[in-house]
C-alpha cells in the first residue's frame, strides 16, 4: 500500500508563502499524474493544480500566476509553491497520485491564510 506523506501547511500571513510537499511512501511506477487539491469548510472538494506524466501542468483559475507545482520524479514527490496567498487560499490541501496501479490521496495538511 502506497502512502502520501505531505507536509509544508501552517499559518501565513496574507501575501506571504508556502511550500508543499508530498512524497509516496516507496517507489512507484507507471505514474500518470500528481495534483493537490483543496477543500474549505462548506466546499467541495478542488482541484488546485496538477502535473502529467509528461510534464503538462494546469491550474485553478484563482491560482494562476500565483501558485506553481513540481514534481521530482527520482523522489516520487510532488510540490506546491504558494506565493502571494490570500485568506480564500485557506484550506485543508490534499495530494492525489494517479497511477497504473491505483489512486492514492494524502492525509491533507492544514493552510490557514490570516492576519
Known amino acids: 500500500q502506497v502512502q502520501l506523506v505531505e507536509s509544508g501547511g501552517g499559518l501565513v500571513q496574507p501575501g506571504g508563502s508556502l511550500r508543499l510537499s508530498c512524497a509516496a511512501s516507496?517507489?512507484?511506477?507507471?505514474?500518470?499524474?500528481m495534483g493537490w487539491y483543496r477543500q474549505a469548510p462548506g466546499k467541495q472538494r478542488e482541484l488546485v493544480a496538477g502535473i502529467s506524466n509528461g510534464g503538462n501542468t494546469n491550474y485553478l483559475d484563482s491560482v494562476k500566476g500565483r501558485f506553481t507545482i513540481s514534481r521530482d520524479n527520482a523522489k516520487n514527490t510532488v510540490y506546491l509553491q504558494m506565493n502571494s496567498l490570500k485568506p480564500e487560499d485557506t484550506a485543508v490541501y490534499y495530494c492525489r497520485l494517479v497511477s497504473g496501479g491505483g489512486l492514492y490521496w494524502g492525509q491533507g495538511t492544514q493552510v490557514t491564510v490570516s492576519s
Open positions: 516507496r517507489s512507484i511506477i507507471s505514474i500518470v499524474h
